[in-house]
Nanobody, 128 residues
Framework: QVQLVESGGGLVQAGDSLSLSCAAS????????MGWFRQVPGKEREFVAA????????KYADSVKGRFTITRDNAKRTVYLQMSNLKPEDTAVYYC?????????????????????WGQGTQVTVSS
């Protein structure tokens, strides 16, 4: 069993910064790729950022490129999402996800269906 727990969400103003954390426990693969996704009511979950098993490769949605940074600390089994210059359109529930032990589980992916484990989500609200 794998557990992912996000933290760090909250209410901020446009232009502010916020850092999210995702702590993995249980049988989480320390060499699995991880991703951050977000969702607003009535819309599909969308890709935000992903990182491969050792942090050497990262991917970002165009909407957050240059403003968000994904990192990981395998010793702490934690993935981070540093968000800066936040905009009202960044308001969403942010989810952390982990790939499982399939053939390419260690490579970063932008596709939600390629992630097996998901956290419960943390709300980020950006006021204008």
């Amino acid at each position: 069993q794998v557990q992912l727990v996000e933290s760090g969400g909250g209410l901020v103003q446009a232009g502010d910064s916020l850092s999210l954390s995702c702590a993995a426990s249980g049988r989480a693969l320390t060499n699995a790729a991880m991703g951050w996704f977000r969702q607003v009511p009535g819309k599909e979950r969308e890709f935000v950022a992903a990182i491969n098993w050792n942090g050497g490769t990262t991917k970002y949605a165009d909407s957050v490129k240059g403003r968000f940074t994904i990192t990981r600390d395998n010793a702490k089994r934690t993935v981070y999402l540093q968000m800066s210059n936040l905009k009202p359109e960044d308001t969403a529930v942010y989810y952390c996800a982990s790939r499982a032990g399939d053939g390419t589980y260690f490579t970063a992916s932008v596709h939600p269906h390629e992630y097996t484990y998901w956290g419960q989500g943390t709300q980020v609200t950006v006021s204008s």
